[in-house]
């Protein structure tokens, strides 16, 4: 096993290499357990291709390292926004003032017989639009222990919530205090089949344990009297523990909206979408604060940047290859070698998904020409 782990490690090197940017490789050297750097790359696999982008084009250009705190605090430079033209109407549509709009985050409003100025409530009284373009940063955390910890992003926006929801057990449920809020999974034999609502705990007399909620397809038993309305419209018992699944403790949570940690927020990437949540995980915010700085990569200049798409360059290539063989260029053919090269070492070592799955990031970095033969032969 000592072999492929070595092999692994060798290819995830060479991979690096790949690159047009030294601060990827740094950070290839700096990071220390191969399961760190695969979850980097993978991430960085998946940005990428959202975006269409050939991974072998990063250069440094599109990076930036950071310590901690100076990292935490970098967001979107206001100064490169739009003013804002909201109208005195969009903020103030009982009270407005015809033809006013936003200056400098502030329109007028009729009060009483008079007109004052008041804050301008679509900018936020800042003046400036939002960054409507989304993404600005996202920031690669790392440790001091060469790990990577966490991926957050920046859009310019503070984060208006801090998920801190805590799974709990059934025994715990059954002493939850009547008002507690639970996010919670009802589960029903019949064609109501399960839902995923929000709802309140509450503690009969009689020691039962109710969840009320406001989903009308899940009416169950509840509690007598009608105490309980005061929390939704209707009930489901949860005595026996196989009337729901997972349920979360809904947890207020106050934080200081002026720490620049609130300007880093989750990100979700889901079928080639890079989503930029308005919270940050509890799991994140622990990660986040055990990191020591960051590498960050501009996302809005990746989407600007005038690139050759990747799926132009595939197409290009497959056009090439339904030509005559005269025409497919030595670089062609070098890179044809490589993959069969390459392809027969797998075979051989007939090996793990991991390495399959470096097998095919090699293909992806193939796709942008950079790696010569000679490098795989070295080891062979
Ligand atoms: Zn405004």
Known sequence: MKHLKNRQEFLSSKLFEAFDSKKLSKILGYIKDQDSKDKFFKLLVEITDSLDFPM???????????????ALSLTVDRSDLQDCTASSSDSYPDH?????????????????????KAPCLICGGTGKEKNISGIKYLKFWFN????????????????????????????????????????????SNDSRGRINTEGTIYQSEGGGTYVIHNNRSHEGGSPGGRDWKRFGEWSWCVNDGNEYRNCFVIEKVTYDTNDP????????????????????????????????????LDFSKLKTFEFK???????ERELQKLGATALISDEEIKQKNIKRYLNQV???????????????????????????????????
């Open 96 to 116: 407005s003032v015809p033809d006013n709009f936003c200056q400098d985050g502030k329109v007028l409003r009729k009060w009483g017989t008079g007109v004052r």
């Open 309 to 315: 798409k990747k799926s132009e360059i595939k197409k």
């Open 56 to 70: 072998s084009n990063l250069s440094d250009d599109y990076f930036q390292y950071l310590p901690y705190k100076k």
């Open 144 to 187: 001091q222990n060469g790990e990577f910890t966490c991926l957050t992003g920046t859009d310019g926006e503070k984060i208006s919530k801090i998920n801190q929801d805590r799974k709990i057990d059934h025994r715990e449920l059954r002493r939850l205090p009547t008002g507690t809020k639970v996010r919670i999974e009802l589960l």
């Open 261 to 296: 940690i609130y300007l880093n927020k989750s990100v979700n990437i889901k079928s080639d979408q890079i989503v930029l949540l308005d919270m940050i995980s509890h799991e994140d915010l622990i990660k986040l604060k055990q990191s020591h700085f960051s590498l960050i």
């Open 346 to 380: 797998f075979d051989r070592l007939k090996v793990s998904t991991d390495i399959e799955d470096i097998s095919k990031l090699m293909m992806k970095i193939m796709g942008g020409n950079y790696l010569g033969f000679h490098i795989f032969n070295s080891d062979s």
